[in-house]
């Protein structure tokens, strides 16, 4: 949470300075993302070595940031932590493979000297690391800051960039998945203005724009980047307005409940020849006349009783899914499509697709990378494929008896799933999973079968 903070303050800064930054997010995300694309007024790209190989996790750095002064990319959990314990697929080894220095944003929260001892660890771990200077973190006070910066630039010899104060009330607006999401939150522009008040005086905006024009001369040709150990979409049409008859109408559910999406996903859509409608089952009315649907995730828990009013809607969206309507749907869109949703003891119908009721626990019930092999037959995926992907959920079922002879195509190898190691719950031409996927990623084709399916329902009606 503190480096996304951090990150988001300092891209408004830079901003300010009249540059053009590019942001990135290392790992699967989607908040964060958000916030930072709104900070930076472009495109927050995420960047995940499991995800995608090398070489596409490379092109997506270059061709996104050629236009730009600089960029900031954010990491995400630790600095080495990975998927074993080499560290594989970690954000240090990212920021290796693509040659950019690190900023080392550092908790300082009831600590002083120590902090020197933690930051010189991390330099002697890696040596191969570009680690070019710390950020101090909650810093209590000038006391404080003095001390801790004498003692990180004495004992590691790297410099201090900036010290950041405490803020307990942006640490107020954090749910469990980090922070409220852009969609939700009051004021995004007023926070993300705030966040670049507080940084501009907390960090030397100098010595950060000079690290990041130390690249322009680096061997892989990248030029002006900072690594951050600490999402507008392509353009939709709304349900409203016309489309061209001669395309697929492919409706997104985006909205303060909805709005998990991979940018690369909605583009695989309209590259694969769709039309792209933004609806919400938060409005009133039936559901729309879109020839396919794509449910990403978010937090339909928080807005259960919007989702479970809306019984027109609903309903007509079950009696399109009865009809044959390709759906694909991923964890928040599954929540969605089951039976319903308990809240404080209350029970909130939702459209009732599958059998399945949730209640949200304390603590994760999946959470981390997943990889299932696909060992059904199925709308959008190629039976005997191995694919990979994330899940992050608080949900849990709690009508398990119910759900014998659920049909589903996932076999997991890595990852919770639906329901003992399966996945991939498929009624008719809808598909609904907790996993999350990217569609850079090997054999993730759902993207290109939900728009042929979409077009052959148009054939099929003409």
Known sequence: ?????????????????????????????????????????????????????????????????????????????????????????????????????????????????????????????DPELRLSGVILNNVAGERHRALITEAVEKYTGLPVLGSVPRMPAIRAQERHLGLVPVYEHGGPIELVDELGDIMER??????????SGAEMASENGVSRDIAVDAFSPVIMTEEKKQCSSARPRIGVMRDSAFNFYYRENIEALVRAGGEIIQISPLNGGIFPDVDALYIGGGFPETHAFRIASNCEFNASLRERINEGLPVYAECGGLIYLSASIVIDGEQYPMTGVFPMIFEIARSPQGHGYTIFCVDGDNPFYTTGAVVKGHEFRYARIVNPKDLTGLPTVFAMKRGTGIIDQRDGAVYRNTMATFCHTHALSENVIWPAKLVEHASARIIGSS
Request: hydrophobic share 45%.
């Open 1 to 125: 949470m503190g480096k996304t903070i951090v990150t988001i303050g300092l891209i408004r800064a830079l901003r300010r300075r009249g540059y053009t930054v590019a942001p990135f997010k290392k790992g699967p995300d989607y908040i964060d993302p958000a916030w930072l694309s709104l900070s930076a007024g472009r495109n927050c790209h995420n960047l995940d070595t499991f995800l995608m190989d090398d070489e596409t996790t490379r092109s997506i750095f270059l061709d996104t940031n050629c236009d730009a002064d600089l960029s900031i990319m954010e990491g995400n959990r630790g600095l080495f932590d990975g998927y074993d314990v080499q560290g594989t697929h970690s954000f240090a080894e990212l920021t290796k493979a693509l040659n950019i220095p690190v900023v080392l944003v550092i908790e300082c929260t009831k600590t002083s000297r120590t902090v020197a001892a933690l930051v010189l660890g991390v330099k002697m771990f």
């Open 202 to 211: 907390a960090i030397d905006l100098e010595k950060i724009i000079a690290l």
